[in-house]
């Protein structure tokens, strides 16, 4: 007697893709993705990268001592950071390589929140009396500190010291420094032309939380969550600082389930090139969106591996909704609206609806692109060993007598 034909419960209704498929396409991303950083030549030079850009920003006076930074990974719009485009001006001036860390630079450190003046839920003005003593180069036609101004400031005083201290190794090249918007990016390359990017932001660091803040305390432990503390970002219409809470994001992101943090990765690596587009909101919307999922949905159901591409494909869907509607609150400050004002809604809508048709296209592609980055890595890491090998044998040979 012949059995009945096993159900077809792992598909996905719009798009007909399997969903154990999907999630072995998430779980193969993650690994080529997370491979990168294995070499250990390109790991030993990323750590003398970062040693030098610390040495500069050292350099620049005066900054709050002690000096501890915030480092983040990912390049200023790959959605560490609240950024879009329209925040930054223009396009990067360099390229954007796998390897790349955002660094924020404390130029000024507040005991409380009492000491700004907070314009709206999401952006603060500094006074220019709290940096004391005043710095010549921050002059300014009203009483507050200018997030232009100090960008000149920092800028200048980095490039200066670039210019003043010697290359960092010999096997590691500096391949530019170039400002961009409030911030600067400078990109190094090893003799293996691996590339790493480091984005550097002047921020106000503030003690406590700003008024009308919600959720936080929720995730602050004494001893081992993150410290009750946000910072300024130096962008915002009018001399304006945006309020937002890196220190506490990271905390989050260590502290996702792995099959979230697997949808966080795809997300980003399949949506994120259109969403730094000139117009575009920038991709710390996909995170945001994830933080709301995880506000109602249970934890049995996020934890679950199994369930990665489902959550997949339910981001994709509200992010399209969200565009549609042109609202994405904020999870930390009521009141204020990622979307506000951004008119490319409808048209990032249909980009998203595009990737919930076909959603395994893109990520095959997406899987292909970091084969593409890791192989480029391991060939110049071979033809460089080759190269070493051909040269030993060359010197060691003997001629004859």
């Not at 920092?154 to 090249?173: E, G, K, Q, V, Y």
Request: net charge negative; glycine share 6%; charged share 20%.
């Amino acid at each position: 007697m012949t059995s009945s034909a096993r159900p077809l419960t792992d598909l996905d209704y719009c798009s007909g893709s399997r969903i154990l498929e999907m999630n072995k396409l998430m779980e193969e991303l993650e690994r080529r993705e997370g491979s990168y950083l294995q070499s250990k030549e390109v790991l030993e030079s990323c750590l003398k990268a970062k040693d030098y850009v610390f040495t500069l920003i050292e350099q620049i006076h005066p900054l709050p001592s002690p000096n501890s930074l915030l480092i983040l990974s990912g390049a200023l719009c790959s959605g560490c950071l609240d950024v879009s485009p329209v925040d930054l001006g223009s396009t990067s001036p360099l390229s954007c390589p796998p390897i790349s860390y955002t660094i924020l630079v404390p130029i000024l450190r507040l005991p409380s929140p009492d000491l700004l003046h907070q314009t709206s839920p999401c952006h603060c003005l500094v006074p220019l009396s709290l940096w004391d003593p005043p710095h010549p180069q921050l002059s300014s036609t009203t009483s507050y500190v200018n997030p232009h101004n100090v960008s000149l400031w920092f800028t200048s005083s980095l490039l200066s010291a670039m210019s003043r201290l010697p290359a960092p190794d010999p096997h590691l090249c500096q391949e530019g420094a170039e400002p961009w918007g409030n911030c600067v990016s400078l990109l190094f390359s090893n003799s293996s032309d691996v590339f790493f990017r480091f984005d550097i932001v002047p921020v106000v660091e503030v003690h406590g939380w700003p008024t009308g803040a919600q959720y936080l305390e929720d995730w602050v432990d004494d001893v081992q969550g993150p410290p009750r503390l946000f910072h300024l970002l130096p962008w915002g219409a009018k001399g304006q600082w945006r309020v937002s809470f890196p220190g506490v994001e990271l905390f989050l992101r260590r502290c996702l389930y792995p099959s979230l943090s697997r949808v966080l990765r795809a997300s980003l690596a399949v949506l994120g090139p259109f969403l730094q587009g000139p117009e575009a909101p920038g991709p710390y919307l996909i995170w945001v969106t994830l933080l709301h999922a995880c506000e109602r949905l249970p934890v049995g159901y996020l934890s679950q591996a199994q369930n990665a591409a489902s959550c997949f494909l339910g981001l994709l869907e509200e992010l399209s909704f969200n565009f549609l509607r042109g609202s994405c609150p904020n999870p930390f400050l009521p009141g204020c609206d990622l979307l506000y004002g951004n008119t490319t809604g409808p048209y990032l809508a249909h980009r998203v609806a595009e990737v919930r048709t076909q959603p395994m296209t893109h990520l095959r592609e997406a899987v292909k692109e970091a084969k593409e980055a890791m192989k480029g890595g391991e060939r110049e890491e071979k033809e460089e060993k080759e190269q070493k090998e051909e040269r030993e044998e060359r010197g060691s040979s003997c001629s004859p007598s």
